[in-house]
């Protein structure tokens, strides 16, 4: 570890820190329906389509019919991007040439960019066309996003709102929410991106000559107009199949400082949204204080191993840092940090070989997936995802002070407790049967191509990575055949949706509770006892996951040692 890469890290921490206030108060904005400097400008579009689609804004809808409103526009969006990569052959911007793909891929790549997941079975410049990529894909990179900033708002609404039978209206968020949010600040980043040498083009590719005087093709597109919303809508599907490691899509140490930021920006801005939407905005502060926490522990083990190297390699008096599957021009402190804020969040995009990390630089991007993509977290789903939590702590607190608990002015009853645990139960019951059924089944063991502990660990990953819609992936899993195409598929559906509904009952449920006051005996939820407490039943509900993953490894390499392969 050197004094520079800690500078990095922790002028990365203080940037973020400074613009959580702005782009929560931006939020705040767009949460309460208020006019910013954009409406000027944008506000005719906005009135437009509400015409055209004949959607009042002021309608309010109570949390089942905003869910089912939801669902159906997810649902149709799954089902136009299927439509568009299984007739991509004869669909026009396919400058290469592209066959349509296969229905298990399509149906696994559609649930994936719906679900806000992006996990890639295939390599994006070799497999889409143009057309894929920006009607088929992107739309669903600023879509998926929206719908979780605007689940998260009915959330927040649910713990403001004093007896309402609402939780505001699907449409309006989702339309303010692109129209003001997500499309301006992509398009001032895929400005930038372009400055830096990201291309932006429909054209399919380039011949240039190579210093050795050799004919090289190399694969152009859309890609800066792609990468900025792959970022700040925490999707992470890579126009390229190296992701943020190729150099078209990340071509200095500046565009990777800003992936990093985008990547956390909107989500730490949740934060700060929360605190004012309920009128406290030490609340806010309590929570991002708690992420915080967690993110710069998995930042320094993660920096600390790969700093440290390969201890097989120093076995054989091989020296120095692990650089395996690392790009140079970033280094070990940029891509163990990236590494770690594309996990903590729900992106996904890499700049670095997950697969070549150490053994515990590599546990840490799992653990943070397996605490269910809550520090920090992807757009909207981290915030509501961490408040899930939020209700078990004051659940816990409420049985050591011997009172019903409440939280930000609301009584924590047994209905939000038991939605909660359902909801949290999804990624530790899913994860782990998934990955147990491909690990006992033929067609399972045929994807991960090491054997013993590592590809255990590669099967256990990628549906860790399914249904924590994050996308990343120990690279060493065939993933694209019929049966880890649609058992990922399935896995991404459960890990969104099953999630979601059992929020907002719980954003319902709250909404019509009249306001309590906090009084001498609450216990206060805005000081480092409460902060502590949040990451302490994070970690131990995270645990149930990771603790049997943990105890698997060792099973694994014992049934590899006795029978040379896994099961």
Known sequence: MTIQGWGLILVFVGILLALAKPMGLWLFALFEGRKTPLHAVLGPIERGFYRLSGIDPSEEQGWRRYAVHMLIFNVALLLFTYAILRLQGVLP???????????????????????????????????????SQMLGLTIHNFLSAATGIALAFALFRGFARRESKTVGNFWADITRITLYLLLPVCFVIALFYIASGVPQTLAGSIDVSTLEGAKQTLALGPVASQEAIKMLGTNGGGFFNANSAHPFENPTGLTNFVQMLSIF?????????????????????????????????????????EAAGNPVLHNLGIAGANMEGKEVRFGIAASALFSVVTTAASCGAVNAMLDSFTAIG???????????????????????????????????????????????????????????????????????????????????????????????????????????NNGSAFAGVTANTPFYNGMLGVAMWIGRFFIIIPMLAIAGGLAAKKYTPETAGSFPTTGPLWTGLLVGIVLIVGGLTFLPSLALGPIADHLAMTNGQLF
């Open 265 to 305: 920006l909107i989500g730490v801005g949740l934060t700060y949204t929360f605190g004012k939407a309920v009128g406290n905005v030490r609340q806010g502060w309590a929570i991002l204080a708690a992420m915080m926490f967690l993110f710069l522990l998995g930042t320094a083990v993660t920096y600390w191993q």
């Open 93 to 131: 911007l396919n400058p290469l040439g592209y066959a349509g793909t296969s229905e298990h891929l399509a149906f696994n790549t559609a649930i994936s960019f719906t679900s806000n997941t992006n996990w890639q079975s295939y390599g994006g410049e070799s497999t889409m066309s143009n057309l």
């Open 362 to 468: 590599g546990m840490i991007p799992l653990f943070n997936m397996q605490l269910g993509e809550v520090v920090i977290g992807g757009v909207g789903a981290g915030i509501y995802g961490f408040l899930l939590f939020a209700i078990l702590a004051v659940f816990v607190a409420g049985l050591m002070v011997g009172r019903t608990p409440e939280y930000v002015g609301k009584k924590i009853e047994s209905r939000e407790v038991k939605l909660a645990v359902l909801a949290i139960a999804v990624l530790p019951l899913i994860i782990l049967g998934f990955a147990a059924i491909a690990s006992v089944l033929e067609v399972g063991l045929a994807g991960p191509l090491n054997k013993g502990p590592h590809g255990f660990s590669e099967i256990l990953y990628a549906f860790t990575s399914a249904v924590a």
